[in-house]
Nanobody, 122 residues
Framework: QVQLVETGGGLVQPGGSLRLSCAAS????IGWFRQAPGKEREGISC????????SYADSLKGRFTISRDNVKNTVYLQMNSLKPEDTAVYYC???????????????????WGQGTQVTVSS
């Protein structure tokens, strides 16, 4: 059974940084998403299972970085230069195919974590 647990969210000031973690029950391709109140879910980034290849939404590339620790089966999302508009619930998910789909990230993700709240405010 696939299980994903996100941690690391919280309150941060504009310009600050957070590092989110996605602890997985196995070695999977993992995508990060976010959803702000009243808005559609937005794909952020994905990291492959086999070779660690990464992809990013164009609007976030350069501020957000995805990485993984294969020993711990944990995927990270480093978020820098945070802005109020980054406020959202952040989710990690994995596709049943085991590989990252092409951007923009779509409905190919079958298993989801519970989400972690990120609030960027002074």
């Amino acid at each position: 059974q696939v299980q994903l647990v996100e941690t690391g969210g919280g309150l941060v000031q504009p310009g600050g940084s957070l590092r989110l973690s996605c602890a997985a029950s196995g070695h999977y391709a993992i995508g990060w998403f976010r959803q702000a109140p009243g808005k559609e879910r937005e794909g952020i980034s994905c990291i492959s299972r086999s070779d660690g290849t990464t992809s990013y939404a164009d609007s976030l590339k350069g501020r957000f970085t995805i990485s993984r620790d294969n020993v711990k089966n944990t995927v990270y999302l480093q978020m820098n230069s945070l802005k109020p508009e980054d406020t959202a619930v952040y989710y990690c998910a994995t596709p049943i195919t085991g590989v990252c789909p092409l951007l923009p990230l779509g409905p190919e993700f079958d298993y989801w974590g519970q989400g972690t709240q990120v609030t960027v405010s002074s």
